[in-house]
Structure formats: C-alpha cells, structure tokens
C-alpha cells in the first residue's frame, strides 16, 4: 500500500501566499510524475501542475507565474509553493503520485485526501 499525506492548506487574504507538502510513504519502488490538482465547489477536478523525476515541469494556464511546483526525491515529497494567491483560487488541492510499486514492479496512480485552500479577506 502507499499513502499520501498532504499538509499546508488553510485560511489567506488575497495576495497571501502558502506551501502545500505531500509525503508518500508504504509500498514503493521509484516515484516518476507527481503533482497537483484542485476541485472547487460545484466544479471538476482540474490540473495544476505536474512535474516528473527528472524536473520537467508543467502548469496550467491560470497558475500565471503564481505557483512553484518542486519535489525532494529522497523524501518521496512533492511540494506546491502558492504566491499572489486570488480568491478564484479557492478549492480542494489534491496530490498525485505516479508509483512504482515495490515487489511487484507495477505502476499505479495514488491521490492524497486533498486540503482546503480558501483565499479570502
């Protein structure tokens, strides 16, 4: 099994900033993509950003420069810096891991329980 246990989300006045972390931990051989994504209330999921072991990165459009996606591969991490932070940004965030999995050499798709981001005055 593999667990995903994010933290960082919370209350910010607009223009705030905040850092998501996401830990996996369990059953797991390598880590390649991770990322994150977001669901706000009434809407579909969408993509945030994404990056793969080796850095490359990608962000959806109305991140604008806002966002900053990182991970520490030693620590099995991926991390979501939020800056300049609108309350159009308020949702559920969602991590993402793609797992290869110990002993069985197979890949899955894991997602953490999501955090509440809500920017407001």
């Known amino acids: 099994q593999v667990q995903l246990v994010e ?11 905040l850092r998501l972390s996401c830990a996996a931990s369990g059953s797991i051989f390598s880590i390649n993509a991770m990322g994150w994504y ?6 579909q999921r969408e993509l945030v950003a994404t990056i793969t072991r080796g850095g490359d990165i990608n962000y959806a459009d109305f991140v604008e420069g806002r966002f900053t996606i990182s991970r520490d591969n030693a620590k099995n991490t991926v991390y979501l810096q939020m ?7 308020t949702a559920v965030y969602y991590c993402t891991t793609r797992v290869v999995r110990s002993r069985t050499y197979t ?10 981001v809500t920017v407001s005055l």
């Open 7 to 17: 933290s960082g989300g919370g209350l910010v006045q607009p223009g705030g900033s």
């Open 38 to 43: 977001r669901q706000a209330p009434g809407k």
């Open 83 to 89: 800056n300049s932070l609108k309350p159009e940004d």
């Open 107 to 116: 890949q899955a798709d894991y997602w953490g329980q999501g955090t509440q």
